[in-house]
């Protein structure tokens, strides 16, 4: 991959999935060589009962600064890891820095950008009118994902993908219904252009800037090079 389309700054690596199942066939964004696999996958989970529906996949470089603007200046909710809502005035500069981070990444370096990631929610719980906020307990044992948790724990491997952020390693927080197809993703962090990104970075305008560079390596390491390995033990 090209380093813009790493840094979400174009979709010339992506084509159109449609969901076929729902009225509406919406269509989402992923790269080209991940649709077979996640059609395979979703007609697999259909067959045995569970819904495998997207509800987040592509997101360019502007989105993400977006996400990021308003979360670092208090616009868009944080959250702690037992999802309680954090209040920017609470913390300095440098320690929400680091409560942003656990949640989401910087733009340019979100895994999203590269149409391999996949977050992924129960469509039946969707039906049933709720709304997905993306927490883990909504993927626990009697949450409205808790058996599409479940299958994903024995199938997903089978179609090429895995969980990067399955357990707390750390860096991200834990986040289950994040799935990563690992034939394209498996390969790029070992490759990624660090310093093109702060030059990119400093081209824009980025929330809290002088202190994600002065971090930009420790940052790396930590939220975007910590992953769980591709094997889901059952």
């Not at 394209?184 to 252009?193: D, I, K």
């Not at 310093?195 to 939220?223: H, K, P, T």
């Given at each position: ?12 690596h ?41 509800v ?127 034939p ?51």
């Open positions: 991959m090209t380093p813009d389309q790493l840094f979400g700054l174009t979709d010339t992506l084509d159109n999935w449609t969901d076929t199942r729902i009225g509406t066939g919406k269509s989402w964004r992923l790269h080209r060589d991940a649709i077979s696999s996640w059609q395979a996958m979703v007609e697999a989970a259909q067959r045995d009962g569970v819904c495998l529906l997207p987040s996949t592509f997101r360019d470089f502007a989105r993400q600064q977006l996400i990021w603007n308003e979360k670092f200046n208090g616009l868009r909710p944080v959250h702690d890891d037992e999802g309680r809502s954090l209040k920017r005035a609470d913390f300095s500069d440098a320690d929400w820095l680091h409560k942003v981070l656990r949640y989401s990444a910087l733009p340019g370096l979100s895994r999203h950008h590269w149409g391999s990631e996949i977050d992924v929610f129960d469509g039946d719980a969707i039906q049933r009118g709720i709304r997905p906020q993306l927490l883990p307990s909504e993927f626990c044992a009697g949450g409205p994902c808790g058996d599409l948790n479940d299958w994903l724990g024995q199938h997903a491997s089978r179609y090429g993908f895995f969980r990067p952020y399955r357990h707390d390693n750390g860096g991200i927080a834990p986040e289950p219904w994040h799935l990563s197809y690992a394209v993703s498996r390969h790029l962090p070992a490759e990624f252009p660090r310093r093109a990104l702060q030059q990119l970075l400093r081209q824009n305008d980025i929330a809290g800037l002088d202190l994600v560079l002065a971090q930009f390596d420790a940052i790396f390491e930590r939220y975007a090079n910590t992953l769980c390995p591709e094997f889901e033990p059952g």
